[in-house]
C-alpha cells in the first residue's frame, strides 16, 4: 500500500481541489459504490458496505456506513467541515481506517519508541508534514521509520535513509 505525503499548509487553491479529486477518486476506486439514498436516515437494516455513503435525501443529511456487523449496518452522519481542506482531511482519514483498519496518528513532533501504535499504523507530525510508519512493536516499544516521498529514485538514497519507507509520488 502506498502513502502519499500531504503538507497542507499554505497549500494553494490548486492544490486543494487536485487534492479533492485524488480523493473522489481513491474513494471511488476503493468503494466501488455508488452513493445509496432514501427518503429517511439509513438504519441497521439500510444494506452497505464499509465506507459506503448514504444521503437522506428529505434533509440532504449525508451518513457513512462505519461497521456491517451481525446485528446490521452501523452508520454515522457526515459531518459538514469548516472548509474545504477539513473535508478532505476528514475524507482521508476515512479512507485510511478503511484500507488500514488503523487511524492515522498525528502530533506535533515526530513519534518515539514511547509513542503507542500498530504495525501498519501511520503517524503524521503535524508541525512538518513527515509521515511515519510503524514497522514493529517490541519490549522497548515502537519502530517508527520515515516515510519518504518524492519523484526520485528509491536507490539513491542516502545512509540516513537506508531502512526508511519509500513512496514514489
Given at each position: 500500500m502506498a502513502y502519499g505525503s500531504v503538507n497542507t499548509s499554505g497549500a494553494s487553491g490548486r492544490e486543494t481541489k487536485a487534492l479533492q479529486k485524488r480523493v473522489e477518486n481513491l474513494e471511488k476506486s476503493m468503494e466501488g459504490?455508488?452513493?445509496?439514498?432514501?427518503?429517511?436516515?439509513?438504519?441497521?437494516?439500510?444494506?452497505?458496505?464499509?465506507?459506503?455513503?448514504?444521503?437522506?435525501?428529505?434533509?440532504?443529511?449525508?451518513?457513512?456506513?462505519?461497521?456491517?456487523?451481525?446485528?446490521?449496518?452501523?452508520?454515522e452522519e457526515r459531518q459538514k467541515a469548516a472548509s474545504t481542506l477539513d473535508a478532505v482531511q476528514t475524507r482521508v482519514e476515512r479512507l485510511e481506517k478503511a484500507l488500514t483498519g488503523k487511524e492515522t496518528l498525528t502530533g506535533g513532533t515526530d513519534p518515539t519508541a514511547q509513542t503507542q501504535g500498530q504495525v501498519g499504523q501511520a503517524y503524521l507530525n503535524t508541525t512538518t508534514g513527515k509521515e511515519f510508519l510503524c514497522t514493529a512493536v517490541t519490549e522497548e516499544g515502537a519502530v517508527w521509520q520515515e516515510k519518504l516521498t518524492g519523484g526520485t529514485d528509491p536507490t539513491a538514497q542516502t545512509a540516513a535513509q537506508v531502512g526508511q519507507v519509500y513512496i514514489n509520488t
Open positions: 459504490l455508488e452513493k445509496r439514498s432514501g427518503w429517511g436516515d439509513p438504519t441497521a437494516q439500510t444494506e452497505a458496505q464499509v465506507g459506503q455513503v448514504y444521503v437522506n435525501t428529505a434533509t440532504g443529511k449525508e451518513f457513512v456506513c462505519t461497521a456491517v456487523t451481525e446485528e446490521g449496518t452501523a452508520w
